[in-house]
């Protein structure tokens, strides 16, 4: 093979691959067809991982690895420039330049994780920290070095900030709205003068005809002239009432009534629950402050448990410690060659430490014949180790122990410290809500006493 420009492109970007997503090979995933995938078919089938199309080819990322997305934009472009099958016949992968650029401007747009300082990503993910999501989902912590042991005193003072934090008054959750006084509304329309007296005419009119009526039926009056008054009162009544109809503006304003009564009810519902929702949002993260003011008060507690566990854990962690010095690239495995060493590798599994924690079933290829392989080695490596008693707790284990409570520590009183600005920011926007919809609530009850004015014109 005659190396070109285009396979050292192919070879940067592997290895810009492995440096920003933590040693993951791009062409090692899981893959959902049949048979085995080794990194070599991958490559030449060019099944990257990673890819947005990776679906497609039967392909996923190994567990505990960061989506291609958690890169910028034009970083993810490059790596799938850099490992389309066609990049290689058309010389499209990307050049060094290009590199240069991209990974220029990703270190400039790189955000802080608002739960760890050690974590760095894109900030187009927003708030959705990856590393988190590793954690979460029971996978390692990549970053547990990358932050320093803080010595001394760290001039935090708990009693101080919570007294600052519970300074902070809640938002009231009481629902009662601001009273007004409506007797200054005129309705915006009256009927004419005659038409309301010829109206209330009709209505008497009916009344005396029905009267009429009633005595002739029951003998009360004479029946020819109870008859025929009943007649003249109930013709009277209808012209009246045809000269001076108001049903259809009643009806409108019955129509206009109801709506505005309808809208009135949906945000005085709409107050009530802004009220108990933003009382809610501040006792929430006050719930969150007093379990980080817990956490903090026991700590040092916390930190002497793990100390002396360390103590209990001596043969074990000598143990693990012996087998991380054994390496599986090292080791002569029958029917476990480079490609799938790489694939282990990939996976996060190198040493034979890895293989006792790992889930070997997992990784493409390895099916029970090499899974056996794999833990005959690890048992093997295993038999030869020997517990010395007199040695004592690693230094190193120490270390990692107060590094990982020291981090805590700071967390914690990073998000204390923000406490009161938070809880004061949680109030003034549950206020500025109150009094927004208190406002357009007294317009729509303003609009509701128009209303009932108005048809109160036409009764």
């Known amino acids: 093979v005659v190396r070109t420009a285009q396979h050292d492109a192919f070879g940067l970007a592997v290895l810009l691959f492995h440096v920003l997503f933590m040693g993951r090979h791009p062409f090692a995933g899981r893959f959902s067809g049949a048979g085995d995938m080794p990194i070599e078919r991958a490559i030449t089938e060019g099944r990257f991982a990673f890819s947005r199309h990776a679906a497609a080819m039967q392909m996923a990322p190994p567990p505990n690895a960061v989506p291609l997305s958690s890169a910028s934009r034009d970083v993810a ?30 270190q400039q747009e ?15 993910l927003g708030g959705m920290c990856p590393w988190c999501a590793i954690q979460r989902a029971g996978g390692p912590d990549f970053f547990l070095s990358a932050v320093a042991a803080v010595r001394g005193a760290t001039g935090f003072d708990l009693a101080h900030v919570w007294a600052e934090i519970l300074s902070i008054a809640p938002p009231s959750a009481a629902s009662t709205l601001p ?17 309301k007296v010829a109206w209330k005419a009709h209505q008497a009119t009916q009344v005396l005809a029905a009267m009429a009526l009633v005595g002739t039926c029951t003998g009360m009056a ?46 005085v519902h709409q107050w009530s629950q802004e009220c ?19 956490e903090h ?10 100390l002396k566990k360390l103590e209990a854990d001596r043969e074990k962690r000598q143990l693990h410690q012996y087998l991380e010095r054994h390496y599986i690239d090292r080791a002569q495995l029958p029917g476990i060659g480079a490609g799938l060493k790489s694939t282990l590798a990939s996976y996060g599994i190198e040493t034979a430490a890895d293989v006792v924690r790992a889930s070997i079933s997992s990784v493409p290829g390895f099916g029970p014949a090499r899974i056996a392989t794999l833990l005959a080695w690890c048992n093997n490596v295993s038999s030869r180790f020997r517990f010395d008693p007199k040695k004592g707790v690693d230094p190193q284990d120490v270390a990692t122990v107060n590094q990982q409570f020291t981090r805590r520590k700071q967390e914690i ?9 938070e809880l004061q920011r949680l109030k003034g926007t549950a206020e500025q809500q109150r009094r927004r919809l208190a406002g357009a609530v007294l317009t729509k009850q303003t609009a509701l006493a ?3 004015a108005n048809l109160a014109a036409f009764q």
């Open 77 to 106: 472009d490059l790596f799938e420039r850099a490992f389309a099958p066609a990049s290689a016949a058309t010389g499209g992968r990307p050049r060094a330049s290009e590199w240069v650029t991209a990974l220029g401007n990703l």
């Open 110 to 124: 790189l955000t802080t994780c608002s739960t760890s300082t050690a974590h760095k990503y894109h900030r187009s």
């Open 179 to 195: 009273t007004s006084s409506f007797t200054h509304i005129q309705p915006v329309t009256r009927p004419k003068i005659w038409r």
């Open 222 to 267: 004479d029946g020819t002239r109870g008859f025929w008054s009943a007649v003249a009162l109930g013709a009277i009544s209808f012209f009246l009432n045809r000269w001076s109809d108001l049903s259809n503006e009643r009806a409108t304003l019955q129509i206009e009534l109801r709506e505005a009564e309808r809208v009135v009810e949906a945000f």
């Open 276 to 294: 108990s929702a933003g009382a809610e949002r501040f006792q929430t993260h006050l719930k969150v402050l007093q379990a980080l003011r817990g």
């Open 297 to 306: 008060l026991e700590l040092n507690n916390a930190r002497l448990a793990a």
């Open 413 to 421: 009183e990073r998000l204390l410290l923000m406490g009161a600005v």
């Open 450 to 452: 128009q209303a009932k």
